[in-house]
């Protein structure tokens, strides 16, 4: 019988590597952890546990938000005044694409800013949804917080999300707040390292193309040496080939590196990881776009109503880039408009607002 990959990398850490993996990070696909559980590569004294990717889980709430748009697309919900209803999650009100971004990327915040603390973590995605439903009794009190009620900010408005639209989106926060998926996350582990090795290998040898075991063997070495030693571990490679062995290109590969270690320190600078957040924004409202565009298309009369929502939006979308360029200035005068698009608005600047105090009813209260 053919055995798992996962089993394998198991069986043989004892013989080649001297240690024991006795701690399982997947990303939600649980098949190759039963798989090892039931090998018992290390016999019956040796405990594997599973921790899950702290990225991939944050993706769920995304996932899980924009399933609700299909899922519901033909369900009549009254409009905010009550006085007529209107199909589907989508537009003011309701479960916006912007919104679904925000709330994926606070719930992203909620389990980072908690690891090793499951009630904290608990209260903290409580408080998301809390919040967006005008009750702030879960949200940090304080003139810190990120909640404008709570630290008595004057701007604060209550939020307008209808109550119908709150209700459906619940269960997804109940889902993702369960106790043993937070138990998983508690070491806050990720996979972005083994990402990043693979991002090497797959550079030398695209998916997309066939390759030979041969060429796939060769493209992880090469991998390995540049992730351990960097561009410069390569020279031995070269010198064993008789090849371009010379001190100018040793002082080629050192430069490369040199120039990869300044691009890291760039890419841990605020300004980096805001012009990063903005651009993921922007794809993120662009695939939002395609999606409902998409959606749209496969309902009775879809092609003519997408012909409509294009010319509203390329209108929308003048308004809104000549407002952020009046906003924004200077600031982001090389691009303004893609810029101004995109920015992600963090929760203390869209907090928001209580028309209504409503506590929602399933929700758990934390048992800290
Ligand atoms: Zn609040």
Request: proline share 5%.
């Amino acid at each position: 019988m053919e055995q798992h990959g996962a089993v394998l990398m198991w069986g043989r850490s004892l013989e080649l590597h001297k240690l024991r993996y006795t701690t399982f990070i997947g990303d939600g696909d649980s098949s190759s952890f039963k798989s090892v559980l039931a090998a018992k590569p290390y016999g019956d004294d040796v405990t594997i546990t599973k921790s899950d990717c702290i990225g991939h889980v944050q993706k769920r709430m995304g996932t899980q938000l924009r399933r609700l748009w299909v899922e519901h697309k033909d369900v009549e919900i009254p409009t905010l005044s009550g006085e007529s209803t209107r199909k589907g999650l989508k537009g003011a009100n309701r479960l916006t694409a912007d919104l679904v971004n925000r709330l994926q990327n606070y719930y992203g915040i909620a389990i980072r800013s908690h690891t090793g603390d499951k009630p904290g973590m608990i209260t903290a995605i409580t408080a998301i949804y809390c919040h967006h439903a005008n009750d702030h009794s879960f949200c940090p009190p304080g003139e810190s917080s990120w909640c404008k009620y709570n630290r008595g900010d004057p701007s604060y408005a209550p939020k307008e999300i209808q109550p119908e639209v709150l209700d459906l989106m619940e269960p997804v926060f109940e889902r993702l707040s369960d106790e043993d998926l937070l138990e998983r996350l508690q070491r806050g582990d990720t996979q972005n390292s083994n990402e990043a090795l693979h991002s090497l290998i797959w550079r030398r040898c695209p998916k997309g193309v066939f390759a030979s075991l041969e060429i796939i063997r060769l493209s992880t070495s090469l991998a390995v040496i540049q992730r351990n030693v960097g561009s410069v571990g390569l020279a031995s490679v070269l010198h064993s080939l008789g090849i371009l062995d010379t001190d100018v290109s040793i002082r080629l590969l050192e430069k490369i590196d040199v120039k990869k270690k300044n691009q890291l320190l760039r890419q841990r600078s605020v300004e980096y990881k805001r012009r990063r957040q903005m651009l993921r924004g922007m794809k993120k409202r662009g695939e939002d776009a395609l999606w409902q565009k998409e959606m749209s298309s496969y309902e009775a009369g879809g092609f003519g109503m997408i012909e409509e929502e294009e010319s509203g939006s390329r209108k929308g979308a003048r308004k809104r880039r000549k407002k952020a360029r009046d906003q924004e200035g200077q600031s982001i005068s090389k691009r303004p408009h893609r810029a101004a698009a995109s920015v992600s608005t963090p929760p203390s600047e869209t907090c928001p607002p209580p028309a209504s105090q409503r506590r929602p009813r399933n929700v758990r209260r934390p048992e800290c």
